[in-house]
């Protein structure tokens, strides 16, 4: 039975995705980042593993060696994300260093744990980026920033892994309706209208797609934007 480690299950794209695998009766791993989300997972999905690590912290390395890697993992996706918006000349350092941790260093030293759980079953990384990562806008530098280093640190394990029988997919949704949208409409001061945005199932699909893709290809990237 395959098995997925999700970060970002309690909500948006990271649950939707959760709920298809868990439908479908795959296992699964779940990271929460307190004790209460835990238990929010737990009685979302009664079957899952929950590893309790906070991707904000700084000791998030030393959390994860706390806890013994399943010997294998079908697939790592990186669905959890911060968002705060500021012009680069009101930006805080402290906002940009939690910002860079949450979306770009957690996610590595995450995906360097499970690595050998990942050889073993020849799975996938799905990084879960945003079109911000392809092009920044004003106001979203940290945000944008910490998405463009993914997508590098992404490309590099994509060609380091790949002799491994390890696939690296980053995910490029644009806007999507999500908890983290609605705060995001709320920093612009404007309405959030779901029905415009991309549904997070829309984008749990195609995740599902690059992680069910038969083994003679890959798909590297994967850009989702607001239909017509």
């Known amino acids: 039975m395959a098995i997925?480690?999700?970060?970002?299950?309690?909500?948006?794209?990271?649950?939707?995705?959760?709920?298809?695998?868990?439908?479908?009766?795959?296992?699964?791993?779940?990271?929460a980042r307190n004790e209460e989300r835990a238990d929010q997972l737990r009685n979302t999905f009664g079957g899952a593993e929950i590893v309790v690590a906070d991707l904000a912290s700084p000791q998030l390395e030393a959390t994860l060696l706390e806890h013994r890697a399943p010997e294998r993992l079908d697939s790592v996706i990186h669905?959890?994300?911060?968002?705060?918006?500021?012009?680069?000349?009101?930006?805080?350092?402290?906002?940009?260093?939690?910002?860079?941790?949450?979306?770009?260093?957690s996610p590595i030293?995450?995906?360097r744990w499970a690595l050998p759980a990942l050889r073993a079953a020849r799975?996938?990384?799905?990084?879960?980026?945003?079109?911000?990562g392809l092009?920044?806008?004003?106001?979203?530098?940290?945000?944008?920033?910490?998405?463009?280093?993914l997508r590098s640190a992404a490309d590099a394990l994509r060609a380091e892994e790949a002799a491994n029988g390890v696939r690296v997919?980053?995910?490029?949704p644009g806007r999507t309706a999500t908890p983290m949208q609605q705060a995001v409409r709320q920093q612009e001061g404007g309405s959030y209208d779901?029905?415009?945005?991309?549904?997070?199932?829309?984008?749990a699909a195609a995740i599902m797609q690059a992680i069910d893709l038969p083994r003679d290809a890959t798909?590297?990237?994967?850009?989702?934007?607001?239909?017509?």
Do not use: C
């Open 4 to 31: 997925h480690l999700i970060t970002g299950a309690g909500s948006g794209i990271g649950a939707a995705l959760a709920q298809r695998l868990a439908a479908r009766g795959d296992d699964l791993l779940l990271i």
């Open 79 to 105: 669905a959890a994300g911060v968002v705060a918006l500021n012009p680069v000349a009101n930006l805080p350092t402290t906002e940009f260093l939690d910002t860079l941790l949450v979306n770009l260093v």
């Open 109 to 111: 030293a995450l995906t």
């Open 123 to 132: 799975g996938s990384v799905v990084f879960v980026n945003s079109t911000a």
């Open 135 to 149: 092009n920044a806008n004003p106001n979203w530098a940290s945000y944008a920033a910490s998405k463009a280093g």
């Open 169 to 172: 997919t980053t995910i490029f």
């Open 194 to 203: 779901a029905s415009i945005y991309i549904d997070p199932a829309t984008v």
């Open 219 to 228: 798909m590297p990237e994967i850009t989702l934007r607001p239909g017509p």
